[in-house]
C-alpha cells in the first residue's frame, strides 16, 4: 500500500493593524506551503512540490523520502477600501505559527511596512522568515514576500453612504526553486461600509497560479478602544489535477479566523489572532493558525508642493 502525503497549504497571515484615524485593517494574505525537499520516491507516487501562495528556502532543503501527489492551487487576499493619507504610514512586526496534519511552520519575523504616496494610494511590502518541520526534518529560510499597492476609488470617510471601493494589485515573488517560476501576480478588488462602531469589509479576486478567492471581514471598536475581528476567506483551484480530482481532494479551502487589536500609545498598536481551515485536515487544512505582534505608525516630515 503506497502512502500520500499531502502538505497543506500554510497560511501566511499578515496582520499589521496601523493606529491610523480612522483605525483600518492592513492586508491579510494567505500562501503557499513549506515543503522539504523530496527525495525520488516509489514509482507508484507522483511528484510535484507545493504550490498554493506562501513559500521560499534560501537554502537547499534537505531530501525526504515521502512519497507526495500535486498539490492544489491556493491562494486568498483580504483587505478592506481605505487608504492612509499621503506621508502616513505603518511598519509592524509579528509572529505566526500554523500546525497542520504531520508538519508545522513558525514565522518569525514577518516584517511589514507601508506608506501613503498620495491620498489615495498607499504602497506595501511584506517580508517574512520561516522555520517548517515535517517528520523530524526542518527547512528555513526567507519566505515568500509581497508587494502591493492600493487605490481608493471611493473612499469610504468621504462618502454619505461611508462606503469604499479600492483596487490592489499584488505582485508575489516566491523563492528559488518554486515550480511554475517565481513571480506571480494577484488582483483584489475590496468594498467597505462603515456604521460605527461597526466595519464591514470584504475582497473577490484572482492569483495568476490559478486560484479565484474571496473574504469578507466584520470589525467591531469598543468604547475603550479595543479590535475585534471575525473574518471569512475562501480560495478555489482552478487548474485542472487529474490526480487530485482522482485522489476526490477538493478544490475548495475555507479559514476563518478571529482577532483584536489594542492601541497602547497613540503611535503603537499590539495585536493577536487565532484561527484554522473549515476544510478537511488530509486534504491541506490547518488545524490551528496563531500570529500576534506589534504595529506602529509614523508620519513623514511635511512638504510643500
Do not use: C
Not at 500576534?292 to 516630515?301: I, K
Amino acid at each position: 500500500m503506497t502512502h500520500r502525503f499531502v502538505p497543506s497549504a500554510i497560511g501566511l497571515l499578515i496582520v499589521a493593524i496601523g493606529l491610523l484615524i480612522p483605525p483600518r485593517a492592513e492586508a491579510q494574505g494567505r500562501g503557499r506551503p513549506k515543503v522539504p525537499k523530496v527525495a525520488t520516491p516509489p514509482a507508484t507516487a507522483t511528484i510535484a512540490p507545493a504550490t498554493s501562495p506562501s513559500t521560499s528556502t534560501t537554502a537547499p532543503a534537505p531530501d525526504i523520502l515521502a512519497p507526495v501527489t500535486t498539490l492544489r492551487q491556493f491562494g486568498s487576499w483580504l483587505d478592506d477600501a481605505s487608504a492612509p493619507i499621503r506621508g502616513q504610514g505603518h511598519t509592524s512586526i509579528s509572529a505566526g505559527y500554523w500546525r497542520m496534519s504531520g508538519m508545522s511552520q513558525i514565522n518569525v519575523p514577518m516584517l511589514a511596512a507601508g506608506i501613503g504616496v498620495t491620498d489615495r494610494m498607499q504602497v506595501s511590502a511584506s517580508v517574512p522568515f520561516y522555520r517548517a518541520s515535517f517528520q523530524g526534518t526542518t527547512v528555513r529560510g526567507m519566505d515568500d514576500m509581497y508587494l502591493s499597492a492600493k487605490y481608493s476609488v471611493i473612499d469610504p470617510t468621504l462618502t454619505v453612504s461611508e462606503f469604499g471601493l479600492a483596487v490592489s494589485p499584488v505582485v508575489e515573488v516566491l523563492s528559488a526553486g518554486a515550480p511554475g517560476g517565481r513571480l506571480h501576480f494577484a488582483v483584489p478588488v475590496s468594498v467597505e461600509v462603515r456604521r460605527l462602531p461597526f466595519r464591514v469589509y470584504g475582497s473577490a479576486g484572482y492569483f495568476t497560479r490559478g486560484s479565484f478567492f474571496t473574504g469578507g471581514a466584520i470589525e467591531w471598536t469598543t468604547p475603550h478602544g479595543l479590535m475585534v475581528t471575525g473574518t471569512v476567506t475562501q480560495s478555489h483551484s482552478m487548474k485542472e489535477d487529474a490526480v487530485l480530482d482522482g485522489l476526490a481532494i477538493g478544490r475548495q479551502r475555507v479559514d476563518i479566523t478571529a482577532g483584536m487589536a489594542y492601541p497602547v500609545t497613540s503611535t503603537a498598536a499590539v495585536f493577536m489572532s487565532v484561527g484554522r481551515s473549515l476544510s478537511s485536515l488530509d486534504e491541506g487544512g490547518t488545524s490551528l493558525a496563531l500570529s500576534g505582534g506589534a504595529s506602529f505608525s509614523f508620519r513623514t516630515a511635511k512638504t510643500t508642493p
